[in-house]
């Protein structure tokens, strides 16, 4: 229990630099410097301002200096953070597992919001992903290494001939993390790829039934958060998904 509990306070920390990460990332602006600062006056925030979850509370979710309103989405990407790392050491048995867990939790998070808010999947998330997932492999768990490949081009080349197929309606950032995926997850990237495709289709057939066919068609969706969404599915549970059905067969 100790340990989940550290994990969560962790989690909430890494949350709050991801915010940073969201915001800054996108428009290639440094993640380091500046200190964070309010986006309406400018005011550098001060370290009592800056605790996750609760100096939003304390502040009722407005700047000290200013009175301008922080958006809610901060203290709920601290507390899904925090949510998925303890998630992670309260489930997983093995070193490997809670490392790639943690990482895998790192990774999708600003992903998912980036992709939302820009429709881009960057490459400085998904590069430095995939090689943390291979370190951290070769590190704790060399037999894992082979299956972890093999998975990395299987998903990543499904979504390459999908992209090749249909380039407008998947991009090369779809590719990479499906990809990246492949290398934490091994054959439960099946189950991943499922997931998002499922509520892809979901979140598609609900647009076309409120906009109309036509309309709806031409209605952009980032299927970025579906891949990040049924990544962390098929983490917790991909695996006796992947036992079950084979068990069909």
């Known amino acids: 229990m100790t340990a989940v509990i550290l994990a969560a306070l962790a989690g909430l920390l890494v949350g709050s630099s991801l915010t940073v990460v969201v915001d800054r990332l996108p428009p290639g602006e440094s993640l380091v410097r500046p200190r964070p600062r309010c986006r309406a006056c400018g005011t550098r925030l001060r370290a009592i301002d800056s605790v996750p979850v609760v100096s939003w ?131 439960a990237a099946a189950a991943a790829i499922l997931v998002a495709l499922v509520g892809g289709l979901v979140v598609g057939l609900a647009i076309i039934a409120r906009k109309g066919a036509r309309e709806g068609r031409r209605t952009a969706v980032a299927f970025g958060p579906f891949l990040a969404v049924g990544g962390m599915v098929a983490f917790f549970v991909g695996e006796d998904l992947v036992d079950s059905y084979v068990d069909t067969l």
Request: with cysteine; proline share 5%.
């Open 57 to 187: 509370l304390a502040l009722h979710g407005r700047c000290r200096a200013c009175g301008e309103p922080i958006g809610v989405r901060y203290p709920l990407v601290e507390l899904t953070t925090g949510g998925l790392y303890a998630a992670v050491v309260a489930t997983q048995d093995d070193a490997l597992g809670v490392v790639l867990g943690l990482l895998l939790v790192t990774a999708l998070v600003p992903i998912t919001l980036i992709d939302l808010d820009h429709r881009i999947i960057p490459n400085a998330i998904t590069g430095p992903g995939a090689l943390a997932a291979l370190v951290a492999i070769v590190a704790l768990d060399l037999g894992f290494l082979g299956e972890a490949l093999i998975a990395a081009a299987a998903a990543g080349g499904f979504f390459l001939a999908a992209a090749l197929v249909n380039p407008r309606g998947m991009g090369m950032g779809d590719v990479k993390l499906a990809a990246m995926l492949g290398l934490y997850l091994g054959r």
